[in-house]
């Protein structure tokens, strides 16, 4: 199957910082599930970049830089949340509606990595098609939370609500992803 190549947009209410822009390749895994690599393209020099870390389920990973997915069955108010730190560290959660839910098990731990430029950071992984929400057609959000070395944040995704960042937002999820 083909790659998607999609662009984050910074919220408008927030400056990018040292950002230059975000892409999202998402790679449908044929029966086995999703690759996601993002790319983000800026001064890395005046990014706060966690350090490498054992490989653990961790929370707040969204309060520094992370990347994130969201993911949905068109129509269907249950959505799966996941996100991944350049430490290598990640988190998953299930909601049964918008931000109620809890930690969502997975069939095994993501493996994420990440390589790190003056002029860019890569992040990349995989999710297992066990791990996603049932249909061969999904919804997905896609965004970043990325933290200056002052302690500023920037929010990115595909497409932003009107108001404060909120990627959990219904309108967040505009990637639509055929498994088939």
């Known amino acids: ?7 984050l947009q910074p919220h ?31 001064d890395t020099n005046l990014i706060r970049i966690p350090e490498v870390l054992p490989a653990a389920r961790t929370d707040g990973l969204w309060q520094h830089t992370c990347f994130e997915v969201f ?11 996941f996100n991944f730190s350049p430490s290598g560290q990640w988190q ?6 918008y931000r109620i839910g809890g930690l969502l098990t ?15 950071l890569t992040l990349q992984t ?14 997905l959000g896609l965004s970043a939370v ?6 500023a944040i920037s929010y990115w995704a595909l497409r932003h609500p009107p108001g404060k960042p909120d990627f959990h937002h219904p309108d967040t999820f505009d990637l639509e992803l055929d498994l088939t």
């Not at 199957?1 to 662009?7: G, K, S």
């Not at 400056?15 to 800026?42: A, K, Y």
């Open 1 to 7: 199957m083909t790659a998607l190549l999609r662009r």
């Open 146 to 151: 990325i933290e200056t070395c002052d302690g």
């Open 126 to 139: 995989t999710l297992q098609a066990a791990d996603l929400p049932e249909g061969a057609r999904l919804r």
């Open 92 to 97: 998953a959660y299930a909601f049964t509606d």
């Open 12 to 42: 408008a209410e927030l400056q990018p910082g040292p950002v230059d822009g975000i892409e999202v390749e998402v790679h449908p895994l044929t029966g086995s599930g999703i690759g996601l690599r993002f790319h983000l393209s800026g």
């Open 106 to 120: 997975l069939t095994r731990a993501p493996v994420i990595e990440c390589l790190s430029a003056p002029n860019g």
């Open 71 to 81: 993911i949905r069955s068109p129509h269907a108010l249950t959505y799966h949340e």
